[in-house]
């Protein structure tokens, strides 16, 4: 029979290896609206059926998770089923999850009932479409797509790379983002990985394909862009991806992170339209020379990019600092410019270690913005993809609005 003190220590390590689950898991980032308390939902999720909104997983007894067993949570996570037996959205990504294995699903139960701090707030309520507010349809959408197998390594797969699968197609979910969906909204398999529209934003591809995806990236690139969400002359993570490096990857321990970069270097190559690769585009010309005197639109990019742009990113777009280089950049040599419209729309902010990046939303109406007219993105954004990324992506001030309107308030 254990001592008190050796079973207080059990369970100690035992929520301790649940709170680092639930950072991989990147439970806090979905679960945790902007300015609100750990975990108390409310987090609004964009999807093409609608606004779904996170629910409030603290330990309350009358707003959150406190009634559930250790069975109806297992059934949550896993099944998406909640208690009393109410479907989830797959916006909640059980069909990930439903591969946790028992010993992981213990400790995440364990972290969630003890060491969470229960929060009183109400679930708010969706707003998803009809026919797809009828949660019913669920048992169909599983039936075709939830594979409820738990985890096992497979046949001559090494260690580090079924730790590294456990993490990057259930734990981290990153196929939840970067895979394609199909009409019913079910990960398309034959586009594994190699990318997706995610509401106003664009996650790219990262499959070993020479040039849509990520073969040109060292491990060295791979491993500071989950550590700190930049790496030099490839690439920097904005919008749900910085969220992911703030709460989640940057805590990962670094046999983690190689065990994701082991995993993904064998991942199947799946082709994309791009004819050269995305962190490939270098400096076209040197824009303030070129570019003054003339009256074109590109001027006006120019004029936008001089007094909104050039100040942290530099005339030539080199960068400087934490601020980075516009050549060599996925966000400005990307196939679409969804990434480089949504980051001037919506701003930046991520953090690693003791670090923060910051940029402003240039599409907000605060004050101290210098908020930005559709015309004046637009502009913005055709000159710096001619002039420092990818020239055959151009856009006009509609593309913008709809941009615009795509972001969660």
């Known amino acids: ?242 969220e992911v490096v703030t709460n989640s990857t940057q805590s990962l321990t670094s046999g983690d992170i190689d065990a994701i970069i082991v995993y993904l270097r064998q991942v199947p190559a799946v082709a994309g339209d791009e004819k050269q690769s995305r962190t490939s585009f270098g400096l076209a010309d040197h824009p303030e020379d070129a570019e003054r005197g003339l009256t074109t639109s590109a001027d006006r990019g120019w004029k936008v990019f001089s007094g909104s742009c050039a100040s942290c990113h530099q005339a030539e777009g080199q960068g400087i600092n934490a601020y980075p280089s516009l050549t060599h950049n996925s966000t400005t040599g990307g196939p679409n410019a969804r990434n480089l419209v949504a980051t001037i729309l919506a701003g930046l902010e991520r953090r690693s270690g003791d670090s923060s990046v910051f940029m402003p939303a240039f599409g907000s109406k605060a004050l101290w913005v210098n908020r930005l007219s559709d015309e004046d993105i637009a502009d913005v954004s055709n000159f710096v993809l001619k002039t420092f990324g990818n020239p055959s992506v151009q856009i006009d001030a509609s593309y913008v609005a709809k941009r615009r309107a795509e972001l969660t308030p």
């Open 1 to 242: 029979m254990a001592a008190p003190h050796d079973a207080r220590a059990s369970d100690t390590a035992l929520v301790e290896k649940g709170r680092y689950i639930a950072t991989a898991a990147d439970c806090f980032a979905c679960h945790t609206s902007p300015a609100g308390k750990a975990f108390a939902g409310g987090y609004p999720i964009t999807t093409p059926v609608g606004t779904i909104y996170s629910t409030n997983i603290t330990p309350s007894l009358a707003t959150g998770i406190g009634h559930y067993t250790k069975a109806e949570f297992f059934e949550a996570v896993r099944r998406g089923i909640g208690r009393g037996g109410r479907h989830l959205y797959p916006a909640m990504p059980y069909p990930s999850y439903a591969a946790i294995t028992d010993e992981d699903m213990g400790a995440l139960y364990a972290f969630f009932t003890s060491s969470v701090a229960p929060v009183e707030q109400e679930n708010r309520p969706n707003t998803v479409r009809f026919p797809f507010n009828m949660r019913s349809g669920m048992v169909l959408w599983n039936w075709l797509y939830l594979d409820t197998a738990t985890f096992h390594p497979r046949p001559q797969e090494t260690p580090q790379i079924a730790r590294g699968r456990y993490l990057v197609d259930h734990l981290e979910h990153c196929g939840t983002c970067h895979t394609s969906r199909t009409l019913l909204m079910g990960p398309s398999s034959a586009h594994y990985l190699s990318g997706s529209v995610v509401g106003v934003w664009y996650a790219p591809n990262i499959t070993t394909d020479k040039v849509a995806g990520i073969a040109d990236w060292t491990d060295s690139d791979l491993r500071d862009y989950l550590q700190t969400g930049h790496a030099l002359n490839r690439g920097q993570a904005a919008g749900p991806m910085a």
